[in-house]
């Protein structure tokens, strides 16, 4: 008997019809032998739809009110889900977050998990329940209610499945698994049967949609398997894990696109000690998260100092950077929102010579310009012109390439 974690997204509980297919395959699950928790996103577009109502409302909600609204959305779907477990013989009862002992920290629309009590959820699965949990919320010590950010499901299940020392997380989705590219945008993307949580890690925060982030630290922290794998299809989908047996033949994993990145620029900064140390302080004191950063000379006396926020930070980040633009005499802040972050990931990369190189030269191969470059150990990052993202990821997926060879591309 195994105890496993398995998790459905917004398209998988989109309707009544689709409910019952989720009961039927935790019933299934149960019926296997197995413990089966599930966790639930809201449904289908209910996250998005209740953001737009509060706008309504508020142009800048207060973000309590924000996550009660937010968290209803994850409530609908476990009342239905344990209704439908239950309506076709199983025993299904639904949790919210607080009622299955997940505690965040207080910080409203991006709380993290602090601690998560099982007692109730061990319980109930012993007495041959199906749990079902909502995703994305939790309760603080002071009994107010957060979420976790968006995409925050995938992370609840991740820490549930840690915290009651699950077998197994099973993220299912409507995409068939993790591939080497946007299936959308390069045709020829072929399914990763496995990959590394390092990868997978990057991949995640770079824009590829298919896990939050945070979920992937967890399971990398918990050493926990991660399966992402199809709802409407009975495919193996992609083992997330440690050890990845073929890193090194391919030293590229995919190719991603962000489409969610911002550029700011503090032109003509005189060029002294303490600047950077200023400009990067007072952002991060406002809780604005900084990602590439780049440095130019410009001439004797001054620098311009470039860097990259999300589309929702960039008001607030060229107002800090104005500030202390004005402060340390700088010439002044020019941004841009049309721009796109693309991305190749892979872990076999630092064995590698050359790789950077040819994904530059792709590129060029394109006339297409790159503005801002970063590389890590496993990723090498450039930011281009929005209209050109497409392009991008389709000649970088090409020149390393991934599509081929092909273990059979499963249908979405
Ligand atoms: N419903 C939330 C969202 O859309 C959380 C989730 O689905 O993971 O972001
Ligand atoms: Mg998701």
């Known amino acids: 008997m195994a105890l496993i974690v398995q998790k459905f997204g917004g398209t998988s509980v989109g309707s009544p019809e689709r409910i019952l297919k989720v009961a039927e395959r935790a019933l299934r699950t149960k019926r296997d032998g197995h413990q089966v928790v ?11 739809e209740l953001l737009e109502l509060m706008e309504k409302i508020a142009v800048r909600p207060n973000p309590r009110e924000l996550d009660m609204l937010l968290s ?28 299955a002992g997940i505690r965040t920290e207080p910080l409203h629309t991006k709380a993290k998990i602090a601690d998560i009590q099982t007692d109730r959820l061990r319980q109930l699965l012993a007495d041959d329940h199906i749990p079902v949990v909502a995703g994305f919320q939790g309760i603080t010590y002071n009994g107010e209610i957060c979420t976790l950010g968006r995409g ?38 072929r399914l990763l049967p496995e990959i590394s949580y390092d990868e997978m890690l990057e991949l995640a925060s770079l824009g590829a ?27 193996l989908g992609t083992v997330v894990k440690g050890v990845n047996e073929l890193e090194n033949q ?56 470039g860097f990259t926020v999300t589309k929702e930070e960039l008001e607030r980040a060229v107002q800090v950077t104005e500030e202390v633009g004005r402060e340390v005499g700088a010439k002044g802040v020019v941004s841009d929102e049309d721009v796109a972050k693309v991305s190749i990931v892979g872990s076999g990369m630092v064995n590698h010579a050359g790789i950077a190189a040819k994904m530059f030269q792709a590129l060029a191969d394109g006339q297409i310009n790159i503005q801002m470059i970063s590389t890590s150990e496993i990723k090498v990052s450039c930011v281009i012109s929005r209209s050109q993202a497409q392009q991008a990821v389709r000649l970088v997926h090409n020149a390393f390439h991934l599509g081929a060879p092909l273990p059979a591309v499963e249908a979405t």
């Open 38 to 48: 599930l966790v639930v996103s809201a449904m289908g577009h209910t996250t998005d």
């Open 72 to 99: 209803t959305g994850e409530q609908v779907s476990i009342a239905l889900v344990a209704s439908a477990i239950s309506a076709i013989g199983g025993k299904g009862i639904s949790l919210t977050g607080a009622q």
């Open 152 to 189: 925050g499901s995938d992370t609840t299940a991740v820490a549930l499945a840690a915290a009651l020392k699950a077998d197994m997380c099973e993220i299912y989705t409507d995409v068939s698994g993790v591939y080497t590219a946007d299936p959308r945008v390069v045709p020829e993307a």
């Open 209 to 235: 949609q298919v896990l939050h982030p945070r979920s992937v630290e967890y399971a990398k922290q918990y050493n926990l398997f991660i399966r992402v794998r199809s709802t409407f299809d009975e495919g």
């Open 250 to 305: 391919t030293p590229v994993r995919g190719v991603t696109a962000d489409l969610n990145q911002a550029k700011v620029a503090l032109k003509e900064v005189p060029d002294r000690p303490g600047v950077a140390a200023r400009l990067f302080g007072a952002l991060s004191d406002r809780g604005i998260n900084v990602d590439m950063i780049t440095q130019s000379v410009r001439g004797e006396q001054t620098n311009d100092i």
